[in-house]
């Protein structure tokens, strides 16, 4: 993966945003009794840029309230805006 990211010519936003010492998760296991407690879990879902628009990114969501929701996957939504 750091090997496409390299070659690719393309940046991690989320990490561009998040520091590599904070937890950052888009996926926790069923198995998990209280997931929240934990907080155990892996960035399964990832956002791709060129390095160009890494000036633009305005924010990034990681939607991880979903993850309590009534029947809720076991992956939540991330987003990125981009101002323009």
Known sequence: ????????NWTDAVRF???????????WSYRNKDWKKSNKGRRLDHILISKDLTKDIDKINIY??????EK???HVPISLTIKR
């Open 1 to 8: 993966f750091k090997e496409l990211i390299s070659k690719g």
């Open 17 to 27: 945003k998040f520091p590599y010492k904070e937890k950052v998760y888009s996926w």
């Open 64 to 69: 991880k309230e979903m993850r309590g929701i």
């Open 72 to 74: 809720p996957s076991d």
